[in-house]
């Protein structure tokens, strides 16, 4: 019964962290047309809710993996904690250029370093769709990936 509910629960706190994300990359893209004001708000969102949501996703997910006794060497399980990471990883560096870019422009600095800084958030923003994706992958697949590692377990362990 728990593993039910934290699995709706890791389910709905992956839609508000994959939203969250999708409308932040909206915000950037508006930004990129009409100006300023956007990155506090892509700031916030970040803040608000997808740290927070991304914490409760890792939680959830470390707790049904728990519950059910996976073993962690599995290759959805490692695929999928490796692609969180790089989630993770490529949306702070995103973040992190978002504010490089806003200073280059506050600070008048040369148009061609702001513009160096917006094709690295596109890059990062890149990197993060790539994680997600391989996520999903894992996540969609792991009765398959996990049935192939144990089959081939139960072959090695009958050899001897």
């Given at each position: 019964m728990l593993y039910n509910?934290?699995?709706?629960?890791?389910?709905i706190s992956a839609a508000f962290v994959?939203?969250?994300?999708?409308?932040?990359?909206?915000?950037?893209?508006?930004?990129?047309?009409?100006?300023?004001?956007?990155?506090?708000?892509?700031?916030?969102?970040?803040s608000?809710?997808?740290?927070?949501?991304?914490?409760?996703?890792?939680?959830?997910?470390f707790t049904l993996i728990s519950l059910q006794?996976?073993?962690?060497s599995?290759?959805?399980?490692?695929?999928?904690?490796?692609?969180?990471i790089v989630v993770i990883i490529s949306w702070f560096a995103f973040m992190y250029f978002l504010l490089m870019s806003q200073q280059a422009t506050i600070a008048a600095q040369k148009p061609e370093?702001?513009?160096r800084y917006r094709q690295l958030q596109g890059f990062?923003?890149?990197?993060?769709?790539?994680?997600?994706?391989?996520?999903?992958?894992?996540m969609a697949n792991k009765t398959v990936l996990a049935?192939?590692?144990?089959?081939s377990y139960e072959t090695h362990t009958r050899s001897y």
């Open positions: 509910y934290l699995k709706i629960l890791h389910i994959l939203t969250s994300m999708a409308y932040s990359y909206h915000l950037w893209r508006s930004m990129l047309r009409n100006g300023r004001g956007v990155s506090d708000r892509i700031q916030a969102q970040t608000l809710v997808i740290i927070p949501f991304a914490i409760l996703q890792l939680a959830s997910g006794h996976y073993d962690f599995q290759l959805w399980i490692a695929g999928s904690v490796i692609s969180f370093k702001a513009y990062m923003l890149l990197l993060c769709a790539l994680g997600v994706l391989s996520m999903v992958f894992f049935s192939d590692h144990s089959d």
